[in-house]
């Protein structure tokens, strides 16, 4: 089953989604300037949500963190020998640079052995070098076993490299940094399936003790339906007491009373938001079908609710979707209606530039639906709109009963309405 999800959003003045220089992200299309929101900022915000405070997964540097409480807690290792032997997770990705550095420094230190006196000098700093792995660690910025890179994993990895470490507990001191990394390669791949959230993600590392997943899930750029013009919030931070000095005619009258100050871009938009999901390909790969039946569900509720968090304090640009539609089907081929956008939406009469949106997405999935000679498998849809011209679309009056007639459509697929998506 193959599951897309289309959806225009609005927000108010906001920069849910910044640059290095902390502007707006923004793209040109359609010859128009539209803001922006780079589909890894909406992805994290997804994934973060279908979350719902469960921690089962971690894309981190600091997976030596976890490692200690699961051997402190599962194998009775007192903090300090935990923290310790977890920090050895550091050669992951790296073995090979670290083993690296050990050798030269033993080489270094052989040949300063034959030296004089007056090389004693040159002896010393060769003997600075590392002599085990955990100073190689140490040496590169690494004292707590921070991996090299962000690794994503989760709570059943992270048992089974606690495991193996254990294993390792009275050797690892003589162990070079590759045979710590084939020892825990070994122990993670005890680990059966992939866990559902990383099998939805993907991940991608240069180690090889953790597998790379292809995601079973692609997300675009949101994309604004309208031309933006970005503009600038000039604000100044108040110091209370100067302030309250001024007003009783005390202090420095001269001043104003402000303690900082500076400015903040932002701008206004209604975006597309497109996503999809491959279920089979996320069943297959985690081995566990109904899981991921549940799990995709998740995934339309958190595309439908998640909200980036920039500038979220200062701005708090909270709005629900005013259009969702849901397409549930065999057909794999990934079809985005950005191309109704590519024309800036613009108010029209008493109609918001947000309905007139709707009415254009509307428009472009029937004239889509033409051209291919049918709508892709069963569709669903939401709507802040009263009365839509939608036949194509069975509509659900809330969030609950859209998520659950697009479960239904995956445990009942249209075109074998007997056989779930478990047995077909």
Known sequence: MFLQIHSLRSFGPSNPNRDDSGSPKTAIYGGRLRQRISSQCLKRAIRLTMKDGKRESFRTRLLAERVADSLNTNHGLEKAEAVELARYIGVLGSSKKIDAALKEAREGKGKAKGKDKKSDKEGDATKSGPTTVLEALAKDGRSKGETAQLIFASQSEIASIANGLAQLREKISSMSASEIEDAITKATRQTKGTPLEIAIFGRMTTSDTFADVEGAVQVSHAVGVNEVTIESD??????????????????????????????????????????????????????????????ATAFVKASITATPSGKSNGMASYEVPAMVVVEVGTDRRPLSYLGAFESPVRPRGDSSMTSVAVGRLLEHISRCDSFQGEAGGRRFYLSLEPDLDFPSATKAKNITELLDKVEDALRAPANNPEKTLVEA
């Open 234 to 295: 000039y604000w100044t931070a108040v110091d209370d007491l100067l302030s309250q000095r001024k007003e009783e005619g005390e202090g420095d009258l001269e001043s104003k009373g402000a303690a900082h100050l500076g400015d903040a871009e932002f701008g206004s938009s209604t975006y597309y938001l497109y996503a999809n999901l491959d279920v089979d390909r996320l069943a297959e790969s985690s081995g566990d079908r109904d899981g991921s039946i549940e799990a």
